[in-house]
């Protein structure tokens, strides 16, 4: 008798423990998402229905260290959280992993001390399909990651976020595991002293196939990603149109060994290197990544280019290992390297290089040849400040609908201005940022293409050794003899 009741108990703990786990609804059956989350055990889903949502219990959210999923009914267009500048989005410190995991709202108009829009302390949750708008803080706007945080970050817009100190956008500090950052658009978010897009500090992040554009850094750090005492690594990502009042305008380096491979870094701008800054020991490794249309000067934002210098990449005490590249109409100069030792190889220098197999010779880019695209503005653009995007006609135009999404546009040849597009229709384009400083109608401008031509010169001119299997299109790489740049011409 003894045996089979506990036989019994056995059988109940088995069914108990493993109950399905059910979906909490919001606001349906409860009227707020922290409502929700307090209700949940782990394996459980909230789903929150389309709607703005604001005041206590929607704001300053946290998880308390469950493995639950809390996500949007359609998706972050229609489902907001509005932290009415009281407080952040999300607050994860309880220990949350992977299995915590955040899907598919819009964040915005966070305040706080530490992370406008979200803030992991000692967490490592999923954050996925979520759009960060226009946050603030002290230390950084949009997401902070601090004391052995790593989460990961996928398919996000990280965009119009902005900080005094930190980063605009993301921020890493001190974390012994790696975040991962993947298919994520961090853009148009600003810092008054840090930087702009990216700030890694003692913490080396795995940053993969993003766009990073149009942020800045109005003082000494990166405009778009700033290296400090870490070793991240950077894969096929578009590092474009990032400003920095000093050092590194795309990216910049202290005392840090980033990988680079497979990126374009192109018309950013900086005092002191306006693609790429490195200095106070670091050693950077570049391979088959195309770096063109930077430049450097006095201000980030004018075309007093007088004082400055390494318009592509500007290296002080450190070593830099350069392999499969592409640097090409850089402004004033390609590289200016002091007190540092360079190891080029298998480059395309404007201005050549000294180094095994490095040429100087025109790399016929698509946007150059017979097959560019140019037009001239026609009609008035317009503004909107709720999303941080421009919008442009053209009355000729006769593009597909949402052809031109993720590609880069320049407006004048004057200063290289280049923007991220976002949106577009037959005779209309968005982009990323109020461009009314600049673009009037009648003026004209071009789409950047830096694939390269049939007959161009970097054409099966690299090295196999260190090159990446794929380009950052994920192509196979030709051989022995891989094209050099960031993209790798079709069989």
Not at 65 to 90: L, Q
Not at 466 to 484: C, F, H, Q
């Amino acid at each position: 008798m003894k045996r089979t009741v506990l036989i019994s108990l056995a059988a109940l703990f088995i069914v108990v423990g493993s109950a399905a786990a059910k979906d909490l609804l919001v606001p349906s059956e409860y009227k707020t998402i922290q409502a929700a989350i307090d209700a949940t055990s782990d394996g459980d889903t909230v789903i929150v229905a389309d709607g703005t949502y604001t005041g206590n219990g929607n704001r300053d959210i946290e998880f308390k260290g469950k493995a639950i999923s809390v996500m949007s009914e359609t998706g972050p267009e229609k489902c907001i959280i509005d932290c009415e500048g009281k407080g952040r989005g999300f607050y994860f410190h309880s220990s949350e992993d992977a299995n915590s995991v955040l899907d598919g709202f819009t964040i915005t108009n966070g305040y706080a001390t530490h992370g406008g829009g979200v803030y992991c302390y000692k967490s490592c949750p999923t954050i996925a399909g979520c759009t960060i708008l226009r946050n603030s803080a002290y230390h950084t706007g949009g997401i902070y990651c601090a004391e052995n945080s790593a989460p990961t970050i996928s398919d996000c817009t990280i965009t119009d976020n902005s900080s005094h100190s930190g980063a605009g956008g993301l921020f890493f500090f001190r974390s012994s595991t790696a975040p991962k950052v993947t298919g994520c658009v961090i853009a148009a978010n600003s810092s008054r002293w840090s930087a702009g897009g990216i700030w890694c500090f003692l913490s080396s992040p795995i940053i993969n196939n993003c766009i990073i554009s149009g942020n800045i850094c109005q003082a000494n750090d990166a405009g778009g990603i700033q290296c400090a005492d870490c070793s991240p690594k950077i894969t096929n990502c578009l590092i474009s149109g990032n400003s920095s009042g000093h050092f590194g305008g795309g990216l910049g380096c202290e005392n840090s060994s980033p990988i680079i491979c497979n990126c374009i870094i192109c018309g950013n701008s900086a005092r002191y290197g306006g693609g790429l800054n490195c200095r106070s020991r670091s050693s950077p490794k570049i391979t088959n990544c195309t770096i063109c249309d930077n430049w450097s000067g006095d201000e980030a934002h004018s075309d007093n280019l007088a004082y400055g210098g390494g318009g592509g990449i500007y290296c002080d005490f450190s070593t830099l290992s350069l392999t499969n590249c592409v640097i090409w109409r850089n402004f004033p100069q390609a590289i200016v390297a002091r007190r540092s030792y360079l190891e080029v190889t298998c480059s395309d220098i404007q201005g050549g290089w000294k180094g095994e197999e490095n040429i100087d010779a025109d790399p016929l880019f698509v946007m150059d040849g017979p097959d560019k695209i140019t037009g001239t503005w026609t009609g008035a653009l317009s503004y909107d400040p709720n999303t941080n995007r421009t919008t442009l006609s053209y009355t000729n135009g006769s593009f597909m609908p949402g052809q031109l999404v993720g590609r880069l546009i320049a407006f004048r040849a004057k200063n290289a201005r280049q923007d991220l597009i976002t949106a577009n229709t037959a005779t209309s384009i968005e982009v990323v940022g109020d461009v009314s400083e600049y673009v009037t109608p009648g003026d004209s401008y071009s789409l950047l293409d830096y694939h390269l031509q049939n007959d161009s010169p970097c054409i099966e001119a690299g090295t196999a050794k260190d090159a990446s299997k794929t380009d950052i299109e994920g192509k196979p790489r030709g051989g022995n003899k891989p094209d050099i740049g960031a993209y790798e011409m079709a069989d």
